[in-house]
């Protein structure tokens, strides 16, 4: 990790141009010259955690709504028409909401048309993500969100997520129950950026060692706008400024030549046009943060949970603010283009997009 660490330290642009150049090289011979593409495709904004950053936080008074599986169906039906074969299932953490079961259901009815899904969801023991695999589900996303355990326990005020060692511990028991792809990652701003980075790149040197058959991918998150954000102020020492960020990249891909980088929407058009040579593997593209965001459905089931009841919006809100058009986001989007308008870029960039690159069937067993 010193070597890391030494990346991470104050360098003249001309050494930062020189680290992007040998991450730019890097990322080229290892994994060619192509591009991943995802979507994430929320199913739920109900929570029973209140994180100070988040929108979904429980006592924030959005609407909210979840997914009935015809209404999933929905969503990814959309997102196969546009390319996707690559989607990320993502709720909120409510028991009574995501129920036992749900999870399962939506794995069971896409995994005939999507061959990759993931799934970012509250921590689960080791033999919950073994029937979630089972079910068709192959990677699978946690962010520690800070990995500063006196922040942590500040900014999770309750919830189950308060439970630090849980969440840490949650790549480890995803594989135990067979995951074969791992994404871990910090929410930067929220503690200092290079302290949440060396922390991070700890964690995943431990992770290659005691999990080393599975394929691991990073992301470097940086807060957004979201609903509720009264509640957490933006403290300008701890934000991740783009010239770190691209530092930060470049440090992971010269010491992690093999891991995978993810980079989403919540970054600006030209600046993803510009990070996308310099070690990023896996983009999102044309991306929408609520339930239903795609195609509009579940909008007739929008309501607030207040104290874990069920509040109906009060007809004349519905007509005075058309609150029937959407769930709310958990964030923000920056990079607001369309799917194609992605694909082009990367093509312009000499990008192959891969919209595919698993199939099931590579693990079936041959005919006798």
């Not at 936080?57 to 909210?64: A, F, H």
């Not at 992971?252 to 310099?278: K, Y």
Request: glycine fraction near 8%.
């Amino acid at each position: 990790m010193r070597s890391f660490a030494s990346m991470l330290e104050p360098v003249s642009s001309g050494k930062l141009e020189s680290m992007a150049r040998q991450s730019s090289g890097l990322s080229k011979r290892q994994f060619g010259k192509t591009m991943r593409l995802f979507a994430p495709l929320y199913l739920s904004n109900e929570c029973v955690n209140n994180c100070t950053y988040c929108g979904f936080s429980r006592d924030n008074p959005i609407l909210r709504t979840t997914l009935e599986l015809d209404q999933v169906a929905a969503e990814a039906a959309h997102l196969h028409s546009l390319g996707f074969r690559n989607l990320l299932l993502v709720a909120g953490e409510h028991p009574k909401f995501v129920s036992e079961g749900y999870l399962q259901d939506c794995l069971r009815i896409l995994s005939p048309s999507i061959p990759t899904l993931g799934i970012e969801v509250g921590p689960m023991k080791d033999s919950q993500y073994a029937e979630l695999v089972s079910c068709g589900a192959e990677g699978l996303i946690v962010y520690q969100e800070t990995y500063h355990r006196d922040t942590y326990e500040k900014l999770h005020t309750s919830g189950p997520k308060k439970k630090f060692d849980w969440r840490l511990d949650c790549p480890e028991r995803a594989y135990a129950g067979g995951f074969r792809r791992i994404g871990i990652g910090a929410l930067f701003g929220l503690a200092d950026w290079r302290t949440e980075a060396l922390a991070l790149a700890t964690h995943l040197e431990y992770l290659y060692r005691t999990c080393w058959k599975a394929q691991f991918s990073i992301s470097f998150p940086r807060m957004r706008p979201h609903a509720g954000n009264h509640r957490h102020e933006l403290d300008p020492n701890l934000t991740l400024s783009d010239r770190h960020l691209v530092q930060l990249i470049c440090a992971f891909r010269l010491t992690f030549p093999q891991v995978h980088i993810v980079l989403s929407t919540r970054e600006p058009a030209i600046l993803r046009d510009h990070l996308f040579s310099l070690g990023v593997t896996h983009v999102s593209a044309g991306s929408h943060t609520e339930p239903g965001g795609y195609t509009g459905v579940g909008s007739n089931d929008l309501h607030r949970t207040i104290k874990g009841r069920r509040v109906e919006i009060d007809p004349d809100e519905r007509a005075i603010s058309g609150c029937t058009t959407k769930a709310t986001p958990q964030f923000e989007i920056d990079d607001d283009r369309s799917v194609s308008t992605v694909a082009d870029q990367l093509v312009s960039q000499g990008f192959d997009p891969v919209w595919k690159d698993w199939d099931r069937e590579i693990l079936a067993p041959a005919n006798s």
